[in-house]
């Protein structure tokens, strides 16, 4: 494993200037396309490191991407930057306390996530440069994953179509090789139209469509009994037609999350909740529409990749978090509950073990998890380049996603040093990839036969652009 020591050694140079962007992004937490100045940060870098920069991808203003070297095999790695509504927050704090009431806030370690990639990236710049290899390394900074399903617009934007592998990670309370299971999804909106008209004098009069959207909800919530168990949908009313009583509502508006374990199972459940919507119509008069706003396909896995990346982890160890990380981390699980922690150790495939407050394992491949799982746009690009992804450990044991407790950890140096040891996975498994093409043809080839008989489908139909505030569509 020489490649590798001798790679993490190029990382470990520079690893201040990362910790610094990962911070920079958490000081200045922005949602779904309007990452500005933290796509401007990593910009900057990727300029300052060398690489070749091209801004505004696939249309997104707030999408970036790097590339270092000269031929061979092209590795991307994938990073994030965008934040969540809410959940603003003091730093290194173990208890609720706002910076701005009702501001954004890291709830899911995206600050982390997109410098981390980007230290890998930069690992294997070096590398690639010091030893005369040929091959060439892509950092994408990736916008709006949170609901935005950027990744997506990309992937139909064909940034990914010469990318021969791509690898990417996410902050957890364990280390170790994700398991490649998540949701597809569809975001979308519905819209009722109906008949204004005075609800007491004239109530003949009126279609409500605050009736149609309640009736959709309701037969909806009868569908959840009629589909499979793993499968999800989740709704919120968006535009109730106005507050005032005495007037028979003409708009309503919801927007649905449907959720599946496979595209084809999705595609599928999205036309029943649609059948739902006409329904409601029908019954009230009303008329309705529908427009899709996002999706992810659901994550395909590469079996000789998460070998491969399973085998860097196991020589370089779990996360080397001291005392002072532990009491800390300890602080915060005292905020949690019994069960947060116990789900903890279950979805990563681990025995529980009390009074542990930070990572001290790897946890197996092929753990746990997947009966209650999310949804990432990472799962469309894993239909079209064979995609490995890890989990790193950078917050306490038990720390709710998207909370108040996850945002206050992210600047910790448990937070940086579990940055970190993703940042030198992802970078030896890179490089491996590039000096042994068999690797490569082995991920392909399992590629392959896993999408056999099952051409990909976009869940974002091509007539839908990226919902970028200040622009309008169609």
Not at 47 to 55: L, M, N, Q, Y
Not at 314 to 326: A, K, N, V, Y
Request: aromatic share 6%.
């Amino acid at each position: 494993m020489k490649n590798a020591d001798a790679v993490w050694d190029l990382l470990e140079a520079k690893r201040e200037r990362f910790f610094v962007l990962s911070d920079r992004v958490w000081d200045t937490p922005e949602t779904n396309y309007e990452e500005f100045r933290s796509s401007a940060e990593h910009a900057r870098l990727l300029e300052a490191e060398g690489f070749r920069v091209s801004r505004g991808i696939a249309g997104m203003p707030t999408a970036v991407m790097g590339e270092a070297g000269e031929g061979g095999p092209v590795i991307a790695i994938l990073g994030e930057f965008d934040a969540l509504p809410g959940l603003s927050q003091e730093a290194g704090v173990a208890e609720e306390r706002p910076l701005s009431e009702g501001g954004n806030g890291h709830g899911c370690g995206h600050n982390l996530l997109g410098a981390g990639s980007l230290m890998a990236a930069t690992a294997v710049k070096d590398y690639l440069a010091a030893n005369g290899i040929k091959g060439r390394v892509r950092y994408y900074g990736c916008p709006a994953e949170e609901g935005g399903s950027s990744k997506g617009f990309m992937v139909r934007a064909g940034v990914f179509d010469d990318v021969d592998i791509a690898i990417s990670w996410h902050p957890a309370p364990f280390a170790g090789v994700n398991n490649p299971i998540s949701l597809a999804c569809n975001e979308l909106d519905f819209r009722f139209s109906g008949r204004a008209s005075h609800a007491s004098a004239a109530p003949h009069l009126g279609r409500s469509a605050l009736d149609a959207l309640e009736l959709m909800n309701v037969g909806v919530n009868y569908l959840r009994e009629h589909m499979p168990s793993s499968a999800r949908i989740h709704y919120a009313v968006t535009d109730t037609g106005g507050n005032a009583p005495n007037v028979v509502q003409a708009r309503a508006k919801a927007r649905y999350l449907v959720r599946a374990r496979s595209l084809p199972e999705l595609l599928d459940l999205v036309e029943r909740v649609r059948s739902v919507a006409k329904g409601a119509a029908l019954m009230t008069g009303t008329t309705v529409t529908d427009e899709i706003v996002s999706g992810d396909a659901n994550l395909i896995g590469n079996t000789p990749l998460e070998a491969l990346m399973h085998r860097q982890l196991e020589h370089l160890g779990p996360p080397q978090f001291d005392e002072d990380d532990r009491r800390m981390a300890a602080k915060f699980q005292e905020t949690f509950t019994g069960e947060d922690i116990a789900s903890a150790f279950e979805r990563f495939g681990l025995r529980l073990r009390r009074g542990i407050s930070l990572c001290d394992t790897i946890f197996p491949p092929e753990n746990g998890a997947g009966t209650l799982v999310g949804s990432t746009d990472v799962g469309t690009v894993s239909w079209v380049v064979p995609t490995v992804q890890m989990r790193g450990a950078t917050y306490a044991i038990g720390t709710p996603g998207h909370s108040w407790q996850l945002v206050a950890q992210g600047k910790l140096p448990a937070a940086h040093k579990g940055m970190e040891h993703a940042a030198k996975v992802m970078a030896s498994t890179a490089i491996e990839l590039i000096l042994d093409p068999a690797l490569i043809a082995a991920a392909k080839a399992d590629h392959a036969a896993r999408l056999e008989g099952t051409p990909f489908v976009n869940p974002i139909p091509d007539d839908v652009d990226p919902p970028i505030p200040g622009v309008s569509h169609g």
